[in-house]
């Protein structure tokens, strides 16, 4: 059965700390994994990967992939208090539309 | 635009109502889900369609009936729901399999907070 799992779950930190999130999955014919973030409503999508090592970064955010592990990982530099909320971490397989998705972590910045 | 709209965004219904949610988008997107989502959860596929077909549909009881009547439409109709599917239900939407380019990532919409007395 397709699987994805994030650690930590639950994540406290002071405003100006970095974060690293952590996302492990093992999906039949991978083809891509995608980062979201939820406050309190829907998830806002913030990257897809889908090729071991290439970085991809949008300002204090930046994700990678390493598709011989089977792990991302989502680093937030320099945190402020509005990067709380909860990030999604979901693999999607090849040959359906489907988007399994891990339980997320849920990060909270104090100021 | 990477919007998607659903309507109505709170519902309260009893168990012998009869309800139906929206979504809308205008991305030109031909692939729209649903998913139901309870609370500190990560959300759960119920339906897929692609191309205005029903591509997947996750074993969901009979009491959710989904409809994509065209191909920036999809409806999820309600009936005799239970306690139990109180929940926020998003919909989404993305560039089905197959297609040409290399986009696939999904764009939700902001949910229908479902609550079922």
Known sequence: ?????????????????????????????????????????????????????????????????DKK???SILNITATQTGDSAVYLCAARGGGAQKLVFGQGTRLTINP | ???????????VMGMTNKKSLKCEQHMGHRAMYWYKQKAKKPPELMFVYSY????????????????????SLLNLHLHALQPEDSALYLCA?????????????????????LTVT
């Open chain 1, 69 to 71: 592990e089977l792990f």
């Open chain 2, 52 to 71: 205005e077909k029903l591509s997947i549909n996750e074993s969901v009881p009979s009491r959710f009936s989904p409809e994509c009547p065209n191909s």
């Open chain 2, 1 to 11: 635009d990477t919007e998607v709209t659903q309507t109505p965004k709170h519902l």
């Open chain 2, 93 to 113: 939407s993305s560039h089905p399999h197959g297609w040409s380019g290399s986009s696939y990532e999904q764009y939700f919409g902001p949910g229908t907070r």
């Open chain 1, 1 to 65: 059965e397709d699987k994805v799992v994030q650690s930590p779950l639950s994540l406290v930190v002071h405003e100006g700390d970095t974060v690293t999130l952590n996302c492990s999955y093992e999906v039949t014919n991978f083809r891509s994994l995608l980062w979201y973030k939820q406050e309190k409503k829907a998830p806002t999508f913030l990257f897809m990967l889908t090729s071991s090592g290439i970085e991809k970064k949008s300002g204090r955010l930046s994700s990678i992939l």
